[in-house]
């Protein structure tokens, strides 16, 4: 909502300057988005009159002007705007003057622009007259005839010839820019401005006059008969004004729709406008002529009915859309935009007026279909009092009447069936102050409420509140809060910590987030974030097999496009497209992981919602990395994490992953179950080659959920060793397929009580021990916890696991 | 003997100051007190000797043996430190070159906000309670007061996986489980990921975060909402930070706010951080609506409570001066470790 600051204290005594009035208004709730000055930054801009155009001897284009400047004066002026007339009032810059621009067909210059006088085509032009751009108007509130050419002033200006443009038009002014939040469409308009900085400044409204000093005998219901046939029309009210002269509005009245961001056409159409702006209701006129049997009949369309809409547009219609229709046709859409056929003309002399109120959804569904918002219909779907529309159509006839561009007929033609009052509530003075935190007493309440023009009763701690009934959003005493608190200042409640002891509690998983991250960023890996989204062509990419859960997406219904079709049911595509990105843009070495939500969709009821759990990448690529590197995170985070006896199984059927260097991630329970943790792999050539990956790269991903179960911190001191232990190294030659997981499963089953650690330390294969096989060396350690072990007891469990070596994997001690 | 003993000591003690290595004095060690040794020999020699000149000669025999010991014992000690300089001198490194580098990971800076903001609530007492990102249009706007037509609920604003349930556009939808949940009186913390149908721009993502709080106990004031996010603001920014409420409109609020904070850039002076106010807008916040309590069958008579959600990617831009919201979700790696 634009507010013309000059225009605002028409109806509210404030003298505050522009920035005072601005800060306490934020502070009282009206919320500023820009506040800017108008008629700032011109010098030397006077107004003339053209006495004489003539042609331009050397160009078709420009005209040379002879400008009456008052005083004797007269400059010589070539322009090339084709408005231009004998005897028009124009503002001109004369030669040392600055205008704040932009000049015509120029970008704007910080600071304005300078004006000297020149030649131009060889003849000597003394100064610039102006357009309503080149003085820092917007071309889009120039008045319709000096659009986009030379401001024609309206009105005569005799007396003011050679005065100063911007005094003389009093064109100071600032238009300040409030943001109006849903709950507050009483302040789409002036005086709902106006009673906001009223009840601020703690002063009294003026409000405008709305009565005619005389209207002619005749009544509007002899002129026209209104039906309304639906219960989306909450009020229709129509005057009728007879003999109308249709022509430009007085400069007062421009310079306010101006200022309000809006463009003077004439004067019917804009006193309709400044009356819209004044009071917040939207107006319409029709001309009579175009009203088949005089008649108003306000009903909803018929399905497949159409209509060409004030903009040359034919719109199909819906049966839910409301209609203004005469005896035989529609002639506007109710609230959206009046039609083609019923349009105001030059020629047209008597017109009704129309002020009505609509259902807010009504008008909101309608102008949604069809594509079409006007300031009408943004007016009306966010609710307008239906009391406004006589006090509104009145203010048409009064200022009617005071332009003399019309004729008034007596009384208005209201169709109200069910007159609306503001509920009056009942507020607890108490329960205000506790909410608040403050002591306020009933009086100053009292004198806050009656100062936004509310009617307060009750005593002791009851306040029982009417508003004024614009005020369509107090409806509870919760509201009433709200009103003490912003005029009583947010910035006067004291500020104080809840009287509230609670401990902070953390979830397991919440805990174990935050544990996972340092410790993976202790392994020296970055934590990323990626979109929540996925879609089947990432799943392809990924290598994602068709029939596979992950493709049990939840899909969106309004979904952004193809990006965010549907939700990720596994981070690994994310972690893929981050480390193509990375490799892409030429990052030598990626460690990486996220720890995100996936959801699947409920395969029970989709009507319900979807499983979310949260799993862990882990991604890397870059010199030096394998499987193994990655394998020793993922085994160095489990074991951090309290999870015991993981298993790796090969896995050579998941298409994320090279078939020969895939793992799937297990744990066995005591119980004996197997509980999946995870997969983890280098990345198949194709997937990388998709995802623009020109390098090896691992990929891991676990499902968190279950690591959460699984994990156990509790740490259970033992002593380390008293007495030393033996080690016994043993190589063996197996068949290549026989893995190491394997051995050592065997060796671990084998062992008696003495064996304390097993560890890798060579895998060779070669010519020595043949095709085929493999040389596997395993260090063994063995120990007693009581006493010192003898080479013999070492000894005897040795050849206890070299013989289940034997017999269970087909292994071949070698003696080295 | 006596003589030769002589000779034994003065030779020795020749030898020995000229040796220039360890091994050269162990030589000379065997080679006078050694099993063999000279002056083990003289020693054993006396055997045959009357008693009275062994006596006499066993003295001398065993100061000899004595003077050399020590006299190698000492020269040992100088060459042992002689040596010990020398490789010290010899290993030498140039202690400017660079050290082996050590790579320690660095959480994303979402989650940096996320836990510096938790950690400042923790200290002050607040649980962190979680809600699902897929949540029920009662859950998002129904319950939260949110009229029936307002905006935020079209689908060119939130994203819908049925007609009643949606991605949650705000971390407020996790208001009403808890309500539902949590055993009155509490304070909590409410972080997590939000979704709204914005096409992105450099201030714009579909994707975002958002860090919901949320007090409800038998005297909660608006007074306490100042309080708590003025202390919040301090620990955040820096002591020094000013905090301005300013009232507004939110439908689960009321009475609502929006919460500025004096520029932590240029201190409230105005500059290009704060476009030239002094205060940059934070967050919205509110004291919850009545309506909002009744649909978390929460007593509105005894119990009042208050509600404030924070942006985290717009703390993280404005802390870090990231101009472009985009890049927090590209996940280069040369971006994300800057956030050491």
């Given at each position: 909502m634009i507010v013309s600051y000059k225009w605002l204290k028409d109806y509210v005594n404030i003298d505050a300057p522009v920035k005072e009035f601005c800060d306490r208004m934020i502070m009282s709730g009206s919320n500023l988005e820009t506040c800017k000055a108008i008629g700032e930054g011109i010098e030397n801009v006077k107004i003339g009159r053209i006495e004489k155009i003539e042609k331009h001897p050397d160009a078709d284009k420009l005209v040379v002007c002879r400008v009456d400047m008052g005083g004797g004066e007269s400059l010589q002026i070539v322009t090339s705007a084709p408005n231009v007339f004998e005897g028009a009032f124009v503002p001109v810059a004369v030669d040392g003057a600055v205008v704040p621009g932009p000049l015509h067909g120029q970008p704007k210059v910080e600071g304005g622009v300078k004006i000297s006088k020149g030649e131009m085509r060889g003849v000597l032009s003394e100064g610039m007259m102006c357009g309503p751009q080149e003085l820092g108007l917007s071309d889009k509130v120039a008045p319709i005839n000096s659009k986009d050419g030379i401001w024609l002033l309206e009105g005569d200006w005799s007396e003011h010839l050679g005065e100063d443009v911007d005094k003389a038009l009093d064109l100071h002014d600032y238009a300040v820019d409030f943001e109006i939040t849903p709950n507050r469409p009483d302040c789409l308009s002036m005086l709902g401005m106006a009673r906001e900085a009223a009840a601020t400044f703690g002063t009294k409204m003026i409000y405008p006059d709305t009565e005619c000093e005389k209207v002619i005998s005749e009544k509007a219901s002899d002129y026209i008969k209104v039906d309304v046939n639906s219960d989306l029309c909450k009020r229709y009210t129509a005057r009728v004004i007879k003999n109308v002269k249709i022509e430009q509005s007085p400069w007062w009245l421009q310079k306010r729709l101006m200022a309000a961001g809006m463009r003077p056409i004439n004067n019917i159409v804009d006193i309709t406008n400044f009356v819209m702006l004044e009071y917040g209701q939207p107006l319409h006129a029709f001309d009579i002529r175009s009203l088949a049997g005089a008649h108003i009949i306000v009903d909803t369309a018929k399905d497949g009915d159409r209509f060409t809409t004030l903009d040359g547009t034919e719109r199909e219609l819906t049966s839910d859309m409301l209609m203004i229709n005469d005896a035989e046709k529609p002639v506007a859409v109710a609230g959206v935009m009046g039609g083609l056929n019923s349009e105001i003309e030059n020629d047209t002399t008597t017109v009704v007026i129309e002020s009505a109120t609509f259902v807010a959804d009504s008008v909101r569904k309608t102008s949604k279909k069809l594509g079409l918002r006007t300031e009408a219909s943004g007016r009306y779907e966010k609710g307008i009092d239906p009391n406004l529309c006589e006090k509104a159509a009145d203010r048409v006839c009064k200022l009617v009447e005071m332009l003399g561009c019309g004729e008034v007929l007596t009384g208005s033609v209201d169709v109200y069936k069910n007159p609306e009052t503001a509920p009056t509530v009942t507020a607890r003075v108490s329960r205000i102050n506790r909410v608040l935190g403050i002591d306020l007493g009933r009086g100053d309440m009292v004198k806050i409420l009656e100062g936004l023009e509310m009617k307060v009763e009750g005593t002791g701690d009851e306040l029982i509140v009417t508003p004024p009934s614009v005020r369509q959003d107090l409806l509870e005493e919760v509201d009433y809060v709200e009103e003490i608190a912003r005029m009583y200042g947010y910035d006067n409640l004291p500020m104080t910590l809840p009287d509230l002891q609670t401990k902070a509690e953390f979830s397991k998983s919440w805990l174990l987030r935050d544990f996972v991250r340092e410790t993976l960023c202790a392994m020296g890996a970055n934590e990323i974030q990626t979109f929540s989204f996925m879609n089947n062509k990432t799943l392809d990419a990924a290598g994602i097999a068709k029939d596979s859960w992950e493709r049990a997406m939840v899909e969106l219904i309004n979904p952004m496009g193809e990006d965010t079709a549907s939700m990720r049911t596994i981070l690994t595509p994310g972690m893929l497209e981050v480390l193509g990105r990375n490799y892409s843009r030429n990052v030598?070495?990626?460690?990486?992981?996220?720890?995100?939500?996936?959801?699947?969709?409920?395969?029970?009821?989709?009507?319900?919602?979807?499983?979310?759990?949260?799993?862990?990448?882990?991604?890397?690529?870059?010199?030096?990395?394998?499987?193994?590197?990655?394998?020793?995170?993922?085994?160095?985070?489990?074991?951090?994490?309290?999870?015991?006896?993981?298993?790796?199984?090969?896995?050579?059927?998941?298409?994320?992953?090279?078939?020969?260097?895939?793992?799937?991630?297990?744990?066995?329970?005591?119980?004996?179950?197997?509980?999946?943790?995870?997969?983890?792999?280098?990345?198949?050539?194709?997937?990388?080659?998709?995802?623009?990956?020109?390098?090896?790269?691992?990929?891991?991903?676990?499902?968190?959920?279950?690591?959460?179960?699984?994990?156990?911190?509790?740490?259970?001191?033992?002593?380390?060793?008293?007495?030393?232990?033996?080690?016994?190294?043993?190589?063996?030659?197996?068949?290549?397929?026989?893995?190491?997981?394997?051995?050592?499963?065997?060796?671990?089953?084998?062992?008696?009580?003495?064996?304390?650690?097993?560890?890798?330390?060579?895998?060779?294969?070669?010519?020595?021990?043949?095709?085929?096989?493999?040389?596997?060396?395993?260090?063994?350690?063995?120990?007693?916890?009581?006493?010192?072990?003898?080479?013999?007891?070492?000894?005897?469990?040795?050849?206890?696991?070299?013989?289940?070596?034997?017999?269970?994997?087909?292994?071949?001690i070698r003696d080295n | 003997m006596q003589e030769r003993l002589n000779e034994m000591l003065e030779e020795a003690k020749g030898l020995i100051e000229g040796a220039g290595s360890i091994s050269e004095i162990e030589e000379l060690r065997v080679k006078y007190l050694g099993k063999k040794g000279q002056v083990t020999e003289v020693l054993k020699s006396m055997g045959k000797l009357p008693p009275e000149e062994k006596k006499e000669l066993g003295k001398s025999a065993n100061m000899v043996k004595g003077q050399i010991d020590s006299l190698i014992t000492e020269k040992t000690a100088e060459l042992r430190e002689k040596e010990k300089n020398a490789r010290l001198a010899a290993e030498k490194i140039d202690v400017t070159e660079p050290g082996k580098e050590v790579k320690f990971g660095v959480k994303h800076p979402i989650t940096q906000i996320i836990d510096e903001v938790v950690g400042i609530f923790k200290s002050m007492g607040y649980s962190v309670y979680e809600g699902p990102d897929v949540d029920t249009v009662f859950n998002t706007f129904d319950g939260l007061n949110s009229p029936p037509t307002h905006p935020s609920r079209d689908m060119t604003d939130t994203f819908y996986v049925t007609k009643d349930i949606v991605l949650r556009p705000h971390t407020s939808s996790a208001e009403i489980r808890a309500e539902l949940e949590l055993p009155t009186p509490y304070k909590i913390v409410i972080p997590g990921r939000t979704y709204r149908c914005d096409t992105p721009d450099a201030t714009h993502s579909h994707t975002f975060h958002q860090i919901e709080m949320m007090v409800i106990g038998e005297n909660i004031t608006m007074a306490d909402l100042k309080g708590s996010l003025d202390h919040m603001a301090k620990k955040l920014f820096g002591p020094e930070t000013r905090t301005k409420f300013r009232p507004h409109h939110f439908p689960f609020t009321e009475p609502s706010a929006e919460m500025d904070v004096s520029c932590f850039k240029c201190g409230g002076k105005g500059c290009n951080v704060c476009k030239g106010s002094g205060w940059i807008e934070i967050l919205g916040c509110g004291m919850t609506h009545p309506h909002v309590h009744r649909a978390g069958g929460i007593d509105t008579e005894k119990y009042t409570g208050f509600a404030v959600g924070m942006g985290v990617e717009r703390i993280a831009m404005l802390k870090y001066g990231i101009d472009d919201i985009r890049l927090l979700y590209e996940n280069d790696m040369r971006f994300i470790e800057q956030f050491k």
């Open positions: 030598e070495a990626v460690r990486a992981y996220e720890i995100g939500t996936v959801f699947m969709k409920n395969m029970i009821d989709e009507n319900q919602l979807p499983h979310e759990s949260l799993d862990l990448t882990i991604g890397l690529y870059g010199e030096g990395e394998d499987f193994f590197t990655l394998k020793g995170m993922v085994e160095a985070l489990l074991d951090r994490i309290g999870i015991e006896g993981v298993i790796y199984t090969p896995e050579s059927e998941y298409g994320v992953y090279h078939p020969g260097r895939c793992a799937r991630i297990s744990v066995k329970t005591e119980a004996g179950e197997e509980i999946e943790l995870g997969i983890m792999g280098e990345v198949h050539p194709d997937v990388a080659e998709n995802f623009a990956i020109g390098t090896r790269a691992y990929c891991a991903e676990l499902f968190f959920n279950v690591l959460v179960e699984l994990s156990g911190r509790e740490i259970q001191y033992h002593q380390p060793p008293k007495y030393p232990s033996i080690t016994r190294d043993i190589a063996l030659v197996v068949d290549e397929d026989v893995t190491v997981g394997q051995m050592e499963d065997v060796i671990h089953e084998a062992a008696d009580e003495l064996l304390r650690d097993v560890k890798l330390f060579d895998i060779y294969r070669g010519a020595q021990v043949g095709e085929g096989k493999k040389s596997v060396a395993f260090s063994l350690t063995y120990r007693h916890d009581d006493r010192t072990l003898t080479d013999e007891e070492a000894d005897r469990e040795h050849a206890l696991i070299a013989d289940a070596l034997r017999d269970k994997v087909g292994a071949k | -």
